[in-house]
């Protein structure tokens, strides 16, 4: 499976980015799929995430202003981030959790998914 994201960029406080995660060798339908980000000296954190059913779960820092979809007939992951702030500046991976149902993509735990992307920088200035 190859995962290949794009989209980030540089953007002020209070604005938005759509980041996007293209999957080959894979169907993103059925699968518990998620955006990850890792801000330099932290540790790697589960940002949001969607199962099998659609179902979508998000780090409380997020709800409310990111949300994560995929595109079934395009086999493309997206996280639209609005009202970006500073902290949400980081590297931005998606990833997907091939074995172990969809309890993954509730935990949000890194370790759980076993590929990933090259990652895309989102970086929010004030």
């Known amino acids: 499976v190859q995962l290949v994201e794009s989209g980030g960029g540089s953007v002020q406080a209070g604005g938005s980015l759509r980041v996007s995660c293209v999957v080959r060798?894979?169907?993103?339908?059925?699968?518990?799929m998620g955006w990850f980000r890792q801000a330099p000296g932290k540790e790697r954190e589960g940002v949001a995430t969607?199962?099998?059913?659609?179902?979508?779960f998000y780090a409380d820092s997020v709800k409310g202003r990111f949300t994560v979809s995929r595109d079934t007939d395009k086999n493309i992951l997206y996280l639209q981030m609005n009202n970006l702030k500073s902290e949400d500046t980081a590297m931005y991976y998606c990833?997907?959790?091939?074995?172990?149902?969809?309890?993954?993509?509730?935990?949000?735990?890194?370790?759980?998914?076993?590929?990933w992307g090259q990652g895309t920088q989102v970086t929010v200035s004030t």
């Open positions: 990833a997907v959790a091939r074995w172990g149902g969809d309890v993954w993509c509730y935990r949000r735990q890194p370790l759980n998914f076993d590929a």
């Open positions: 060798d894979l169907s993103v339908r059925g699968t518990c």
């Open positions: 969607i199962d099998s059913r659609g179902s979508t």
